[in-house]
């Protein structure tokens, strides 16, 4: 396989606990392409040279068939360490610098992926994300050698949160995050797009009713403007959030 200098990873997987294969719901419902079929489209820089794959769980065979089916590339590991699953694809396609995604997703927003590649390279951090975009628009985008760091003691929770072992030793990794510029001033990181529950899926099923397949956060802003019903039902939702432990 050719060696990409940047990849696009989705990790994705059938058994979601809160919502069952929710990756597999149409968007729109009844007959709208998969939800994670929005998520690739959307990840898709094959035009510039970077390939995108999926990340799945050894043994999720309704995932491996579905992506057999839709012809898109995939690498597999173990179901309790996604990291790993990272860093499996990571060295197989010989990647300089990875974007993290997710499957849950479908709102991504394209122009910001772009623009977190960029700003990575740019930078020369080793983790960059934007900041004041809707949950669930951003990805995140790290060099592989600080993926692939070993001397870092892992903990549990790095195995299902690929770059905390990155963002809890800011003495050793540069991690830097930007207000993304095309939404700057906005409240648009208290819009929820990501799909965890069924409200989650509700909303964003709303969402492309109204904007059809293809929208940027911009976008989503202006409907929450005109809209902002829309996006009531899953405002109750918490989003799990894991911090840098406290080093005293």
Known sequence: MQQAFVCILIQARSGS????????????????PALLAHVLRRLDFRAAGIPTALVIPEGDAALGEWCERAGALYFTGPEED??????RAARALGARYVVRATGDNPCVDRSAAQATIDALQRTEADLFSFSGLPLGAAVE?????????????????????????????????????ETYPA????????LRVTVDQAEDLRVVDAVFRRLGPDFDSAALMELFEREPELFAANQHVEQRVFRAPDPT
């Open 17 to 32: 606990t809160r919502l069952p294969g929710k990756i597999y719901a149409p968007l729109p419902a009844p007959d709208g």
């Open 82 to 87: 996604v990291r790993e699953r990272y860093r």
């Open 141 to 177: 985008a790290m060099r592989a050698e600080a993926l692939l760091d070993d001397s870092i003691p892992a903990l549990p929770e790095h195995c299902e949160h690929v770059t905390l072992h990155i963002k809890h030793h800011p003495e050793r990794f540069k991690t830097l995050h």
């Open 183 to 190: 939404l700057r001033g906005c409240a648009s990181a208290t």
